[in-house]
C-alpha cells in the first residue's frame, strides 16, 4: 500500500540527513532533484531519487499502470488497494507542506470596523484602549459555544489546508478567563480529532489584560500563574505557554513569572516579543529556552547577538506588519548575522486576517529581501522547528511524515514566491493520504 509519484519535474526541499533547522548562509541552501520520483507507505515518506535510477520493480509497476489512469477523488481511496496509487506528475512540483507555527486560528467572527478605523487612522494600541483589539474578540469568544468555534475553525483549516499548510500552531489567548480559555483550549484538541492537518496547541493566558482587571494587573498576573496554568496542565491541553511581553501589555517581570511557572508545569516557552518596541522580551525569552520569539519588528545589535548564543527560533510574521503597516524586521541583518530565521502567519482576526503561506512566503522575498531559497526555508524546515516538529516535518527525507502538496505546472521553484496572487497547489497529501486535489 502506499503512493508511487513519478516523473516529478522538480522535488524541493530534500535532505538524504535530515536537520533540525537552517541558520545563516545555510538558509540559501535548498536541495533539489529534477525529474524525480518519490514512494510513500503508509505515513511516511519510503524513498525518492532520479526518475532515471528509479529501481527495476518501480519500472514494472509503471509499465503495467499505464494501461489506466489514475483519478484524484475527495476519499483516501489509495489506502484500499495491496499496490501502490501511482500519480503521475509531469511538468509540476512536489514540495514539503507548510508549517504555520504562530496563529490565533480559533476566534468568534471578524473585526472588520477595526480595520476601518485603522484606514482612518488609529493605531493598534489606540483600537485597543477603546476595547476593540484582542478584548474584543475575547467578548465575541465567551459568547460562542465550543461547537461554533468548532465549525468557524474547521472552515479556516479547510481553507489553508487547500493552500499546501500541513502543519499549524493554535494559540488560545482569546479568552482571558479560567473558564474561556480551557474552552479554546478543548476546542483546539477538538480539531486535532477532525483535521488532517497537524495542530500544535499553545497556551497564552497573557495575551491581553481584561478589562475588569484595569489597573490591577499583577492580580491577573497571579490569577494566570495559579489558576489557569495548572488547570490547563492538568487537562494535558497545551504543549507550550506564551506570554505577549511588549509595551502596554505584559512586563519583562511578569513575563519571567508566567513562564517559570509555564515550565514548572511542563510547558516549554514561545514568545510574542518587540513587536511595538524594544521590549526586553527576546531576552526573558532565550532566558527561558523559548523555542521561538515571534514577532521581532524591534531587533537590534544586542537582540542578535543574545539570539545567537541560543536555540531559539526568531520567527518573523510579515502578515501582521503588512496589514498594521509596521516597520519590517530586520531579517536581512539577521540572517547576514548567522541567524536562522521562520516565517509564520499570525492568522488572527485583528491584525493578520490570513493564514495564505504563499503569501507569507512572497512576503519574504518582496519585502524582506530573502532569497527565494531562504523563504523557502523559512516557511518548512524552520517553521517546522519552531513547532518543536522539525525530526518529522519541514523536508523531504526518509522516515518523515509524507505532508506534501503537488503544483499545478510552473516554470521554476522561485515561481512559488514570485507568483503572490494565485494558489499554486494543485494536489495535497496529508499523513499519506491523498486529501483532495484543489479545484484549478
Known amino acids: 500500500m502506499g503512493i508511487l509519484i513519478i516523473n516529478i519535474k522538480e522535488l524541493v526541499q530534500v535532505e538524504d540527513v535530515p536537520r533540525l533547522k537552517v541558520a545563516g548562509k545555510e538558509m540559501s541552501d535548498l536541495k533539489t532533484i529534477k525529474n524525480a520520483w518519490m514512494l510513500v507507505e503508509g505515513e511516511t515518506i519510503q524513498d525518492f531519487g532520479e526518475m532515471s535510477k528509479i529501481p527495476p520493480d518501480y519500472k514494472l509497476k509503471i509499465t503495467d499502470y499505464e494501461l489506466t489512469t489514475h483519478q484524484f477523488t475527495n476519499s483516501p481511496a489509495h489506502q484500499l488497494t495491496s499496490s501502490p496509487v501511482i500519480i503521475d506528475v509531469s511538468g509540476k512540483m512536489v514540495f514539503p507542506s507548510f508549517c504555520d507555527s504562530h496563529t490565533h486560528l480559533v476566534y468568534a467572527g471578524s473585526r472588520e470596523i477595526e480595520y476601518i478605523d485603522k484606514i482612518k487612522g488609529l493605531s493598534y494600541e489606540e483600537i485597543a484602549k477603546r476595547g476593540g483589539g484582542i478584548l474584543n474578540s475575547t467578548k465575541r469568544l465567551h459568547e460562542a459555544t465550543e461547537d461554533e468555534l468548532v465549525e468557524q475553525a474547521l472552515g479556516r483549516l479547510n481553507e489553508i489546508m487547500m493552500l499546501g499548510t500541513g502543519a499549524v500552531e493554535i494559540k488560545s489567548g482569546y479568552g482571558l478567563t479560567v473558564e474561556d480559555e480551557l474552552k479554546m483550549l478543548r476546542v483546539i484538541r477538538k480539531l486535532q480529532t477532525l483535521s488532517p492537518v497537524t495542530i500544535i496547541p499553545t497556551f497564552l493566558g497573557a495575551h491581553a489584560v481584561p478589562a475588569e482587571y484595569k489597573g490591577r494587573q499583577e492580580e491577573f498576573v497571579d490569577m494566570v500563574i495559579s489558576e489557569m496554568i495548572p488547570q490547563v496542565a492538568a487537562e494535558e491541553l497545551a504543549d507550550y505557554i506564551d506570554v505577549f511581553c511588549d509595551r502596554g501589555f505584559f512586563t519583562v517581570e511578569e513575563t519571567d513569572r508566567i513562564l517559570l511557572a509555564g515550565m514548572k508545569h511542563g510547558m516549554r516557552a514561545k514568545m510574542h516579543a518587540n513587536e511595538l518596541d524594544y521590549s526586553g522580551g527576546i531576552q526573558v525569552g532565550v532566558k527561558y529556552n523559548a523555542l521561538s520569539v515571534d514577532h521581532l519588528e524591534f531587533t537590534g545589535d544586542a537582540e542578535i547577538e543574545c539570539l545567537l548564543e541560543s536555540e531559539t527560533m526568531p520567527t518573523v510574521l510579515p502578515g501582521a506588519a503588512f496589514f498594521l503597516e509596521m516597520d519590517y524586521a530586520p531579517v536581512r541583518k539577521m540572517i547576514d548575522a548567522g541567524l536562522p530565521v521562520a516565517l509564520a502567519s499570525d492568522f488572527n482576526p485583528g491584525s493578520a486576517p490570513s493564514g495564505n503561506m504563499q503569501f ?67 494536489t495535497v497529501i496529508l499523513n499519506g493520504v491523498v486529501i483532495k486535489k484543489v479545484a484549478k
Open 360 to 426: 507569507i512566503l512572497s512576503m519574504g522575498c518582496i519585502k524582506y529581501k530573502m532569497l527565494p531559497q531562504e523563504a523557502i526555508n523559512a516557511v518548512t524546515i524552520n517553521t517546522a522547528y519552531a513547532m518543536g516538529l522539525s525530526d518529522e516535518l519541514g523536508s523531504i527525507a526518509r522516515g518523515k511524515k509524507a505532508n506534501l502538496f503537488i503544483t499545478k505546472p510552473i516554470p521554476t521553484v522561485e515561481f512559488m514566491p514570485y507568483s503572490f496572487g494565485s494558489n499554486k497547489v494543485e
